[in-house]
C-alpha cells in the first residue's frame, strides 16, 4: 500500500524566510509519480509539480524548488524568500500508475502542510 | 469562462433533503473527478469518470451518486446524508488519467 506523510502539520515564517515543506512517501512498486498541490484559502488545489520514479534530477521554478531522493523516499519543497501570498496549504501527493490504470485513479494525498507567511 | 466552476459555493442541508453538487469545466478534459475534504483528514478520492464512464468508485456509501452527462460536467446528487458527511466536495478535471488535475473551488457543505 502507498502512504504519504507530511509530517509537519503548521509553519509559520516571516516574510523574505526561506522554508522547507517535507514529504515522504512508501510505496512498494518501482514506477510511480509524486505530486505536489497548492491550497489557497479560495478552496481549489493548484498543480505546482509531477515527478516521476525515474527522474530523480531537482528542479527549480523561479522561488520554488524541490529536492527527490529516492534514497531516503523523500520529495521535499523549499521556497525561497516566501511571500505573504504564499500562505496555503500544501498537499505532497503519491500515485502507483499501472498499465490498465490511471495514475490519478490510484493517487494518495498527504494530509498537507498550513503555511502562514507573515509580513 | 475558463477552468473548472463549482456551484454551489455553501450548502446547508438536513438529512432528509436531496440536492445536488454541480462541476462544469472549460478545459476540454477527458477525465473528471469527485473528491471530499474533511477536517484534519487527507482527500479522498470518491469517484471518476472518463470518457463520461465511471471507473472508479471508492467503497462510497450510496447516498452519495454521481452523475456525468457528458465530458464537461459532472453531478454529484445527494439524499439523506449524515453530519458527518460535512466537509469540502472537491471536483477536478485532467486531460487525461495520468496528466495533472485541475481543481474546482469546492462546493463546502454542511449537513445539519
Known amino acids: 500500500a502507498q502512504k504519504v506523510t507530511q509530517a509537519q502539520t503548521e509553519i509559520s515564517v516571516v516574510e523574505k524566510e526561506d522554508v522547507t515543506l517535507d514529504c515522504v512517501y512508501e510505496t512498494r512498486d518501482t514506477t510511480y509519480y509524486l505530486f505536489w498541490y497548492k491550497q489557497p484559502p479560495s478552496g481549489e488545489l493548484v498543480f505546482l509539480i509531477r515527478r516521476n520514479s525515474f527522474d530523480e534530477q531537482n528542479e527549480i521554478s523561479g522561488r520554488y524548488s524541490w529536492n527527490f531522493q529516492k534514497s531516503t523516499s523523500s520529495f521535499n519543497f523549499t521556497i525561497t524568500a516566501s511571500q505573504v501570498v504564499d500562505s496555503a496549504v500544501y498537499f505532497c501527493?503519491?500515485?502507483?500508475?499501472?498499465?490498465?490504470?490511471?495514475?490519478?485513479?490510484?493517487?494518495?494525498f498527504g494530509k498537507g502542510i498550513t503555511l502562514s507567511v507573515r509580513p | 469562462e475558463t477552468g473548472v466552476t463549482q456551484t454551489p459555493r455553501h450548502l446547508v442541508m438536513g438529512m432528509t433533503n436531496k440536492k445536488s453538487l454541480k462541476c462544469e469545466q472549460h478545459?476540454?478534459?477527458?477525465?473528471m473527478y469527485w473528491y471530499k475534504q474533511s477536517a484534519k483528514k487527507p482527500l479522498e478520492l470518491m469517484f471518476v469518470?472518463?470518457?463520461?464512464?465511471?471507473?472508479e468508485n471508492n467503497s462510497v456509501p450510496s447516498r452519495f451518486s454521481p452523475e456525468c452527462p457528458n465530458s464537461s460536467h459532472l453531478f454529484l446528487h445527494l439524499h439523506t446524508l449524515q453530519p458527518e458527511d460535512s466537509a469540502l466536495y472537491l471536483c477536478?478535471?485532467?486531460?487525461?488519467?495520468?496528466?495533472?488535475?485541475?481543481f474546482g473551488n469546492g462546493t463546502r457543505l454542511t449537513v445539519t
Open positions: 469518470y472518463s470518457l463520461e464512464e465511471r471507473v
Open positions: 501527493a503519491l500515485s502507483e500508475a499501472t498499465p490498465s490504470t490511471g495514475a490519478n485513479s490510484k493517487l494518495t
Open positions: 477536478a478535471s485532467s486531460q487525461a488519467q495520468n496528466s495533472p488535475l485541475h
Open positions: 478545459l476540454g478534459h477527458n477525465a
